[in-house]
């Protein structure tokens, strides 16, 4: 059972557009939830998280909105550039078992 | 130092080999990880260590076996691997396992089993 949903798997957006990224999870006693963005041939890394008491995260271009009536958080990413085309995953963390949850991935194509 | 640096970055094994993964962070991390990632797929969780006592093993096979001789190093010992075990090796770190920070990865060890 896939714990979080991640969508859209692919996205291609133009220079200058708004890039949204969307997962969902069903278990409310997820405590942290963490986007990853991962190049070709390197490994995830950490781009922006929220905590569930927290609606909107900023961090530069990058934001985090987060419904926690609704069990969805998205991503979005203001004013795309073509630097960050990559594969983009969601997460959420367990506490009870001390684990993360990752999303299916998305794959960005920012188009110059 | 604000990186997980793994090493090597390409091996390729036959499967009657043995060969080892390392990983090194500096970072004064006490949960480190050990993940499996195939091509576009999300990372998958194989083993936790907290405080260097292995907490999490996520049922995988004996052929692969961690091992953690301090808080800075983390190793992976493969024996016997089958060709689908071909990925990405992803190492990582946090700051407690048992808390909500986020993840440092190292860029993996991409191995390809022949």
């Known amino acids: 059972q896939q714990q979080v949903k991640q969508s859209p798997q692919s996205l291609i957006v133009q220079k200058g557009g708004i890039s949204i990224i969307n997962c969902a999870y069903e278990?409310?006693?997820?405590?942290?939830f963490p986007w990853y963005q991962q190049f070709p041939g390197k490994g995830p890394a950490l781009l922006i998280a929220i905590r569930p008491d927290v609606s909107e995260k900023k961090e530069g271009r990058f934001t985090i909105s987060f419904n926690k009536s609704a069990k969805q958080f998205s991503l979005h990413i203001m004013d795309s550039q073509p630097g960050d085309s990559a594969t983009y995953f969601c997460?959420?963390?367990?506490?009870?078992?001390?684990?993360?949850?990752f999303g299916s991935g998305t794959k960005l194509n920012v188009k110059p | 130092d604000t990186e997980v640096t793994q090493t090597p970055k390409h091996l390729v094994m036959g499967m009657t080999n043995k060969k080892s993964l390392k990983c090194e962070q500096h970072m004064g991390h006490r949960a480190m990880y050990w993940y499996k990632q195939k091509a576009k797929k999300p990372p998958e969780l194989m083993f936790v260590y907290s405080y260097e006592k292995l907490s999490i093993n996520e049922s995988v096979p004996s052929r692969f076996s961690p091992e953690c001789p301090n808080s800075s190093l983390l190793n992976l010992h493969l024996h016997a691997l089958q060709p689908e075990d071909s990925a990405l090796y992803l190492c990582?770190?946090?700051?407690?396992?048992?808390?909500?920070?986020?993840?440092?990865f190292g860029s993996g060890t991409r191995l390809t089993v022949v």
């Open positions: 990582a770190s946090s700051q407690d396992a048992g808390a909500n920070y986020g993840y440092t």
């Open positions: 278990n409310t006693a997820f405590d942290y």
């Open positions: 997460a959420a963390r367990s506490p009870n078992f001390n684990k993360f949850y």
